[in-house]
């Protein structure tokens, strides 16, 4: 291949600037981490409070978290991307849809990690639900003959050992959300991809450039994977679940 | 394990030189039988799909010439030739690595790039500037402070952006689009106030809107870009047909025939004049062929 390789172009400077392009990658890997750290609080609190939601002995209350998941996971991440950001505003008041267009602060950020926190809020509330499903009935009814509200009974009983079931598929999704959050450079949020495409217009060594992002994806997604195996450790209840590694 | 893994990928990485070694774009032409264009899909007018999916446009018509000259070169006149179609992103790695032999697009011509790849002479010349609202009342770059300008990713114009505004102490909000039509879209809602771009793709987006009269290209030229035909690097026998060919077209005013063509009259695919004279700095280098990068203008 007639390729000019060139590793040291991460400490060279950019075209129009003081900075390297390694200052670029470093940047783009904290707007990766800040969009996917965002996006994971928020999946994790609304896909376990829709989560127990579906399990509800209520039937208008569980059908609200059925349609919350169905309206989620149907549609592709990079499409609700667009949704938000290019479809939502139209819809606002105009002064408002202005605002949101022109001054909001942050406004690619806040809308990349809303959507992608939506997003895996399905998919987290989809694991939440079989967690609580394959609990024993008796854990349910146990709680209630000792005198728990219904709001106790998940507190206490049902979700502190269906969250410990429910870790391992968790840590994927947890993987997935920086994986995931690629897709934000399609709406200009200056992440690790954006200024892969960025380094790899400016300096034409893209092969260089896309395995430096290619290793910075896999530490992130590993580095996530071993934090969840540590909380798996450090949370499990002897004799709960069996020990499989 | 580790061990014969290691192997394996120590073969892999000793066979792909192997496969992947040169020896002439035109040997490799005669070999197979057949040349590869690269071609874009929407960088009007210089290179894009028609109606029925065929590449068309002011240099996909050089190109046809260059290939003319290597069947008559070769003695070739059945050669096959193929369409891949190339981005921004991918047409450098496809022409290093053979799988294009010729990229017919919107390549602007630099320092950077003549590490990986050759140009032939400069045949259109793009001047950076800004699309807007006429209803906006922007005139100037200077009156950008403050308000959203967008732009599109894995471009020149980020940079240049930045530049001038460093340079002039300006500071506006860049948002950006991941491709021209994205970009172009934020500038229609009103999350831009202005985009900047080569104005050939400007004009070509602006007639192709939904409402062209409502939008006009302004402002200070950015950066002036040659903007040229790809080969690989390091090939002077493939090289020399290609300048000669083109050099040929400026010196017989076939080059000024193909511009009118499609810069001054109706193109498909809505029959739109994009109205576009040449520059003065296209002028001379049709005078005067050259493949000198942007950092020389």
């Not at chain 1, 399905?122 to 709680?143: C, K, N, T, W, Y």
């Not at chain 1, 999704?173 to 495409?197: C, D, H, P, W, Y």
Request: net charge positive; glycine share 8%; charged share 20%.
């Amino acid at each position: 291949m007639n390729y000019h390789w060139n590793w040291g172009v991460f400490g060279e400077q950019v075209k129009a600037g003081e900075e390297t392009y390694l200052d670029w990658l470093i940047t783009g890997l904290g707007w990766t981490l800040a969009v996917s750290l965002a996006a994971w609080l928020l999946a994790l609190l609304i896909g376990i409070a829709v989560g127990a939601l579906r399990t509800a002995p209520s039937r208008p209350i569980a059908l609200l978290g059925t349609a919350w998941v169905e309206l989620f996971r149907n549609i592709p991440l990079l499409v609700q991307m667009f949704l938000w950001f290019f479809v939502v505003p139209e819809f606002l008041p105009p002064d408002w849809g202005l605002w949101v267009k022109q001054e909001m602060p942050a406004k690619e950020f806040a809308t990349a990690a809303l959507c992608l926190g939506f997003f895996t809020s399905a998919r987290v509330a989809e694991q939440v639900r079989a967690g609580i499903g394959s609990l024993p009935r008796g854990q349910r009814d146990a709680a209630l003959a000792l005198g728990l509200t219904l709001p106790q009974a998940y507190r206490h009983v049902i979700l502190p050992q269906a969250l410990r079931i429910v870790i391992p598929p968790l840590t994927s999704e947890f993987m997935n959300v920086f994986k995931n959050s690629s897709i934000a450079f399609a709406i200009g949020v200056m992440e690790l991809t954006f200024q892969a495409r960025q380094m790899q217009e400016d300096s034409e060594q893209g092969i260089e450039t896309y395995l430096a992002v290619t290793l910075l994806y896999f530490i992130c997604a590993f580095t996530a994977n071993r934090g969840m195996a540590w909380i798996e450790a450090r949370t499990r209840v002897p004799g709960l679940i069996a020990r499989t590694s | 394990m580790h061990r014969r893994l290691s192997t394996t990928l120590f073969l892999v990485l000793l066979a792909v030189p192997a496969f992947a070694q040169d020896s002439g774009t035109l040997k490799k032409i005669r070999d197979s039988g057949g040349i590869t264009l690269g071609i874009r899909e929407s960088s009007y007018p210089l290179s894009y799909l028609d109606e029925k999916q065929q590449p068309i446009g002011y240099h996909i018509d050089i190109c046809n010439r260059i290939v003319d000259a290597v069947k008559a070169k070769l003695k070739l006149p059945a050669l096959k030739v193929t369409h891949q179609a190339v981005t921004s992103q991918n047409r450098i790695p496809l022409v290093s690595n053979g799988t294009v032999d010729l990229e017919c697009g919107s390549t602007t011509n630099n320092e950077a790039r003549q590490k990986q790849v050759a140009f032939a002479p400069t045949t259109f010349v793009t001047n950076v500037r800004m699309a807007v609202k006429k209803a906006s009342g922007i005139q100037s770059l200077g009156q950008l402070g403050g308000k959203p300008v967008a732009t599109t990713t894995g471009t020149t114009s980020v940079q240049l952006m930045r530049a001038h505004e460093k340079g002039k102490g300006i500071d506006f909000k860049e948002v950006y689009g991941k491709d021209h039509a994205d970009s172009f879209l934020m500038l229609e809602t009103d999350r831009a106030v202005a985009f900047v771009m080569d104005d050939n793709l400007l004009a070509g987006l602006i007639a192709t809107s939904k409402a062209p009269n409502n939008y006009a290209i302004v402002g200070e030229v950015l950066s002036i870009e040659p903007i040229a035909i790809m080969l690989r690097r390091g090939d002077p026998e493939f090289k020399k047909l290609v300048d000669d060919t083109v050099k040929g077209l400026m010196k017989k005013g076939e080059i000024d025939k193909l511009y009118a063509r499609w810069f001054m009259s109706p193109i498909p695919p809505r029959q739109v004049n994009l109205n576009f004279p040449k520059s003065e700095l296209l002028k001379f280098l049709i005078e005067s062929p050259s493949d000198a990068p942007a950092e020389s203008y």
